[in-house]
């Protein structure tokens, strides 16, 4: 797994998640005023704070790549079904795979990205919009560098929809 994080530059990234703090990130969520999906701002403890792929970029080191949306069910869908190889037999409902039947190495690759990346609560659960980033790691020497996606989009997203559910008092 860790040489897969490091073929696709994620280590840097990775390193930085060691030492958050839970009251700063907490005031960071409630704070937070997203700009549709794609930039937001923050005030934290006097610290003022806009929030884009760019500045993303910067502080994590991860590279710009083309935009991610979360929402983009056909291509969403096709990498789902182009994820899996012809003997691999994953536990599949309509929007969703059983984390555990996706084969080694990518059930502990997807229960990282779950936990750390897109904060997931449901971590025996892989979603169909997942799969967009999965199918790139597993399959990236495939797809051509214009159509690499951005780390940076997904995380922005993320950061986005923890902040909403914080505020919904679901956190």
């Known amino acids: 797994m860790v040489d897969i994080f490091r073929r696709h530059h994620w280590l840097g990234f990775i390193e930085l998640l060691k030492g958050y703090d839970d009251d700063i990130t907490y005031d960071f969520s409630m704070a937070l005023n997203p700009q549709q999906r794609t930039s937001g701002t923050t ?13 993303i970029s910067n502080v994590t080191t991860l590279p710009l790549g083309i935009q991610w949306i979360k929402e983009d069910k056909v291509n969403n869908t096709f990498d789902k079904k182009e994820f899996f190889l012809n003997d691999e037999n994953p536990i599949e409902e309509k929007n969703w795979v059983r984390r555990e039947s996706l084969p080694y190495p990518w059930d502990e690759v997807s229960y990282h990205i779950l936990k750390y990346i897109s904060c997931e609560g449901r971590l025996c659960v892989v979603y169909g919009y997942q799969f967009r980033l999965l199918h790139e ?15 940076l989009y997904f995380l922005l997203q993320f950061v986005v929809d923890m902040s909403e559910k914080v505020k919904e008092g679901k956190h």
């Open 43 to 55: 005030m934290v403890r006097g610290l003022y704070v806009t929030i884009n792929p760019n500045m």
């Open 137 to 151: 790691l597993r399959f990236k020497d495939r797809v051509p560098v214009n159509h690499w996606l951005s780390l």
